[in-house]
């Protein structure tokens, strides 16, 4: 199958987290992933370059070669930083994860392994891409100015104004005694439980909520949680002033420990939980080649 020079509807959108990939094929006009489409291959994320690489190209053939009816006309990727999405190079260092990959152009290199035009390949936030997605056809649709979180393995943050959606990187900023990634993420969850019990959970997020119907241990954590995110998130939602605040990742899985806090610190904007799962960053950064601001880049016929 081809990814090829005609500006189709449908382009190859992958999504890459800590362990695995997601693969799919978005339909652009409806904003819809192709269900039989949807692949998701593990991946050795501390492993070599040639590894990583491989893992990941193998998953783009496959949804490939079982969607052969569908006329594909680039590639898209939801990656997490620090990365230079522009000329797609990986900065991604002291996060245990994707170490082989720093300062290595992947743009060039999946061009190669794929025989495609490097400019049919776009990297796009992760953050970013799950916002997007959720703003052009989930929770957001329909506002105008949305911000939205990203609860996980890190705490990313996007906003997004008339559906031009940007990551602002909230995670960075100082909170308490370091910064906010610190706080809001699944390692605060598994450090504060150590701290208050002595006991190490190998579950993250999902064990500890598993453990709260019955632990009050448990539930003041997530309570304090809310605490946090109540005090971090009251300034750039009074700053930002968004109509909604979109609450996604696996940590929001557990929200029925901690929404209710939340709800009653950030009082002055609606609070929704993310609707369309891993579905949303495949959709967001597959959107980049549906923006009218950038320039037409599908020039070549290549074969996969």
């Known amino acids: ?29 409806s904003y819809g992933i192709v269900n039989q489409s949807i692949t998701r291959a593990e991946v050795n994320s501390k492993g ?3 590894d990583i690489l491989t893992s990941w190209t193998n998953a783009f053939q496959d949804v490939l070669r079982k969607n052969t009816a569908l ?32 300062g290595v152009n992947i743009k060039q290199y999946l061009a190669g392994l794929l025989k495609l035009d490097p400019e049919l390949i776009r ?23 949305v911000m939205g979180v990203t609860l996980g393995t890190g705490f990313g943050s996007a906003y997004s104004e008339r559906k031009i959606t940007k ?3 909230l995670g960075s900023e100082r909170y308490k005694e370091s910064i906010a990634d610190d706080y809001l993420s699944t390692r605060w969850f598994l450090k504060r439980y150590h701290e208050l019990t002595g006991i190490s959970l190998s579950g993250g997020v ?19 949680f809310a605490t946090n995110m109540n005090e971090f998130l009251s300034g750039p939602v009074e700053q930002l002033d968004p109509e909604v605040l979109i609450i996604c990742g696996n940590i929001a899985r557990a929200s ?17 939980l993310a609707q369309l799962d891993e579905n949303a960053p495949l959709i967001g950064a597959a959107a980049m080649f549906d923006d009218p601001t950038r320039p037409a880049l599908f020039n070549s016929v290549n074969q996969l």
Do not use: W
Not at 72 to 96: C, H, N
């Open 1 to 29: 199958m081809e990814i090829n020079s005609l500006s189709t509807q449908y382009i190859l959108t992958a999504d890459i987290g800590g362990s695995h990939i997601t693969v799919g094929i978005c339909h652009l006009e």
């Open 48 to 50: 070599s370059i040639t």
């Open 71 to 102: 006329p594909v006309s680039g590639l898209s990727v939801a990656m997490p930083g620090p990365f230079d999405y522009e000329k797609g190079i990986s900065y991604i260092k002291g996060l245990d994860k994707y170490e082989a990959l720093y």
């Open 123 to 145: 990297f796009r936030n992760d953050a970013e891409s799950t916002i997007a997605g959720e703003v052009l056809t989930g929770a957001g649709k329909g506002h105008q100015r």
């Open 167 to 169: 990551d602002i990187n």
């Open 206 to 224: 999902r064990e500890l909520s598993e453990l709260a119907p019955k632990s009050t241990v448990a539930r003041d954590i997530f309570k304090e």
């Open 256 to 272: 029925g420990f901690f929404l209710p806090y939340l709800s009653q610190g950030l009082n002055t904007v609606t609070i929704k």
